[in-house]
């Protein structure tokens, strides 16, 4: 049942005491937010820190009740995990995360615990591996300009006008950074297709 619930019914359900509904929350946007932060960073270990780190914020913000965002959950979970992105950067790739063993509400918070449970058979699982490493490894053939835009946009859902509002450009700006990206993707896809052909 919860599965066919809204983000705003699902927050509302978590903020009632249900912590099954902040669990679908999570599987329900893990991969693009995780994915956006990986192929940013580009390492695995520091990613899953970040992961954590921007679902420990969206949780304190619930529980403070200072959750504006409505309707609007998964681009407001893509700007906090663009702003600890760029922390990230900022500080010199260092960045102190919190202990959460020190926090007594959240010591048994792992959110990859939470994701354990995977319905996917195994030969599925290889397949959306497989596939999701050749889109990974054109993404990161792009340049970084490129890049971020199309996967706020993509991964984020993020407007034009966020987009832009985020990277400090104007709209025209993102939207040409967004065409030329997905116009390299289909150029780097069209090139490994002939080579299969080849091959």
Known sequence: MQSHQTDEQLIKGYLNGNDNCFEQLLKRHKNKIFTYIVLTVKQRDVAEDIFQE??????????KGTYKEEGKFLPWVMRIAHNMVMDYFRNGKKIQFVDNADDEDEESLDIFKLLESDEKNAEEKILDEEMEQEVRIMINRLDDEQKEVLLMRHYGKMSFKEIAKMTNVNINTALGRMRYAILNLRSMMSEKKEKRIAA
């Open 54 to 63: 921007v679902f420990l914020k969206v949780i304190n913000t619930m529980n």
